[in-house]
């Protein structure tokens, strides 16, 4: 088994390679099944307003429980997804999932002013994405501004002018429109003020190491200051200290998400969460003591 490399050149199959295409067999079908048999869910993480702790919205995860390979992490089926063309279902699957619960939330008076969706490559060179997120809005009565959808940076990478459309296309649905995972990979900064976007979700990978590393604080400040003056909201992913907290405060960061906040939870026990009272960071009751 030879793997094709880029510009048609090949090499010898590794060992891992025969574990990915086993990956691919294996849990290729396992994920068609489960997918028909609708044992995915979606799995919620709290984004917290810098500021006042406000949610400002909430990360919809794919979670998959398989009944004998037991949990399988996105990281490792959503490849599979993608290698064996389930991805656009995934993605479908997705979007109306969190169309359900966005319906749902405010049926039960869970204020979630909005729900982000990760959506891969692939699904982008689809025409008829903008379309079925319209027809989906629609109907499932939710306003527009509800929903947002995550792109990658490889998505800009896909710079044909059919993946292009389909971004502006969803923008002017006044869907939002984040870049997930910022800083990993090869996009420019100047290709950043060519698209659309709403929101810039900055890697956790330069969270991580904020505190210690001038380059990651080089990076992050320059970030936020860039997607500030683009009117862009800038999010923190991997949230997971209360120094990197008012580290990322006192750097006008609009929105954070990770473990100091909350983890990604089912739906469930995100009402539990929403219920109790908040966690409230110092800078916080500055801003609630000004309010009163
Ligand atoms: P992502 O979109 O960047 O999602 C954030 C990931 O970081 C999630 O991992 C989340 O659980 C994790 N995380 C959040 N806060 C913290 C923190 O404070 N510390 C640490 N260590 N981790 C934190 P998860 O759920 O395992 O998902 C991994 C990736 O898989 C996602 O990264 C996303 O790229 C992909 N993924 C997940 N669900 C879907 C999906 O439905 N469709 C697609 N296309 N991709 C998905
Ligand atoms: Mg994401
Ligand atoms: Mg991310
Ligand atoms: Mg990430």
């Known amino acids: 088994l030879a793997k094709k490399e880029a510009c048609g050149t090949f090499r010898v199959a590794t060992p891992d390679d025969h574990a990915a295409a086993q990956d691919r067999l294996v ?7 489960s997918l028909a048999k ?41 490849a599979v997804a993608e290698d064996t063309g389930q991805i656009e279902a995934i993605g479908a699957w ?20 909005a729900v982000s969706v990760n959506l891969s490559a692939g699904h982008f060179r689809k025409r008829q994405l903008p379309e ?32 292009m459309d389909v971004l502006h296309a969803i923008r002017a649905l006044n869907v939002g429109l984040s870049m997930d995972d910022f800083g990993t990979g090869y ?10 976007l709403t929101e810039i979700k900055i890697d956790r990978s330069f969270i991580m190491n904020l505190e210690h590393d001038a380059n990651a604080q080089a990076v992050t400040t320059a970030v936020i200051g860039i997607g500030n003056r683009l009117g862009m ?60």
């Open 187 to 196: 996009s420019s900064l100047s290709r950043l003020t060519r698209l659309p």
């Open 27 to 33: 849990l290729g079908s396992a994920l068609r099944e």
């Open 132 to 163: 079925m997120i319209s027809n989906l809005l629609t109907q499932f009565g939710i306003a527009p501004t509800r929903l947002t959808v995550e792109i990658t940076e490889s998505v800009m990478m896909d710079e044909i002018k059919d993946t």
């Open 233 to 292: 909201t800038v999010i923190t992913e991997g949230v997971e200290t209360e120094a990197q907290y008012e580290l990322l405060e006192s750097l006008h960061c609009d929105v954070m998400q990770g473990y100091l906040f909350a983890k990604p939870m089912a739906p469930k026990d995100l009402e539990t969460w929403y219920r109790q009272p908040r966690k409230i960071m110092p800078a916080m009751q500055k801003a609630q003591a000004q309010k009163q």
């Open 94 to 113: 997705c979007l109306e999932e969190a169309c359900r619960q966005i319906v749902k939330w405010d049926r039960d008076g869970i204020v979630v002013p």
């Open 38 to 78: 609708g044992l995915l869910n979606l799995h919620y993480q709290p984004q917290v307003e810098a500021k006042t702790g406000a949610l400002y919205g909430v990360e919809a995860l794919s979670r998959w429980h398989h009944p004998h390979l037991g949990n399988i992490f996105p990281s490792r089926f959503i």
